[in-house]
């Protein structure tokens, strides 16, 4: 898997929040903006971001995640907040339009971007995400309830500390989706800070808590019916297809995607299909050189 480089470290502050980042690549290049998964952090693309050609990489940490802040006071998660701070980001950046790289819920919250404001928008290369789940009306109520009382759970939680950080990793590579140790490692080193015994993770226990409010499925649809911007969707037979029977049934709903499925599972842009992965995007992003 080799052909690692070393990022370059990015700290700024955005709609109150400091965040973290890690940049590749040439800064007068096809800029692109990558957003990791949940409870996942920027080094999501540690592997990938070096072997993607012509492009200026900057992998944010989403507020909460890696080694950006939380977010001040105790309410929850959206992803509307992270819609609205990575335009922010992009402003801050002096990026006017570009290319949206996106795994999981970082996918889902470029998607939901897009639609939101097509015009800033060059491209979208997702891995395994592109929707959240829907939600029927009759369930708000219920929804809204669940969450409150996730929130009040998660604020009261003590966080599991462990006694180095190797046994962290051993911990990340058991996730709900399992990774191989280098992937583990990587997430780890920069998901992790140090406790008086040990380390515990840096992430926000609020990210556990269940969304306050879910959409419809007319609604995610409208949205990806608003994106302008071309969408390249790559899945991992053993991810989100696997997870989910429908998957690929509600993915043929929209024209406007074209996706791909490839052997791996759902962190196959950090594991051996990395390569096939890059090749893809590559391919993809080509044509979008010189855009801004």
Do not use: C
């Not at 940490?61 to 509307?80: E, M, Q």
């Not at 058991?174 to 406790?195: D, I, N, S, W, Y």
């Not at 808590?209 to 879910?214: C, D, Q, T, W």
């Amino acid at each position: 898997m080799a052909q690692v480089s070393v990022p370059r470290e990015l700290r700024f502050s955005v709609n109150g929040v400091d965040f973290a980042a890690q940049e590749w690549g040439d800064p007068t290049q096809l800029p692109v903006l990558a957003l990791h998964g949940w409870l996942d952090n920027s080094a999501s693309f540690f592997a990938l971001a070096p072997r993607l050609r012509d492009v200026h990489v900057v992998a944010l940490d989403l507020a909460g995640h890696g080694k950006s802040d939380h977010r001040p006071g105790r309410a929850a998660y959206t992803l509307w907040d992270d819609i609205n701070d990575i335009f922010a980001v992009a402003d801050h950046l002096g990026w006017k339009r570009f290319v949206l790289l996106g795994h999981s819920r970082g996918a889902i919250i470029g998607t939901l971007a897009a639609g939101t404001f097509p015009d800033r928008f060059i491209a979208l290369g997702l891995v395994e995400g592109l929707l959240p789940d829907p939600a029927r009306a009759e369930d708000a109520p219920k929804q809204l309830a669940e969450a409150i009382k996730g929130l009040r759970a998660q604020q009261q939680k003590i966080p599991s500390v462990y006694p180095d950080i190797q046994v962290a990793i051993k911990a990340r590579e058991r996730g709900m989706f399992p990774l191989g140790h280098e992937a583990a490692k990587a997430l780890t080193e920069r998901g992790v800070v140090a406790q008086e015994k040990g380390v515990s993770w840096s992430t926000d226990p609020r990210l556990l808590a269940p969304s306050m409010f879910k959409l419809s499925r007319d609604q995610l649809h409208a949205f990806v019916d608003q994106v302008s911007a071309p969408i390249k969707l790559l899945l991992g037979v053993d991810g989100l297809p696997k997870l989910y029977p429908n998957y690929l049934q509600e993915v043929d709903r929209f024209a406007n995607v074209d996706y791909e499925v490839l052997s791996g599972g759902h962190h196959l842009h950090m594991e051996q299909e990395v390569d096939v992965v890059a090749e893809k995007l590559n391919a993809f992003f080509f044509p979008f050189y010189g855009l801004t």
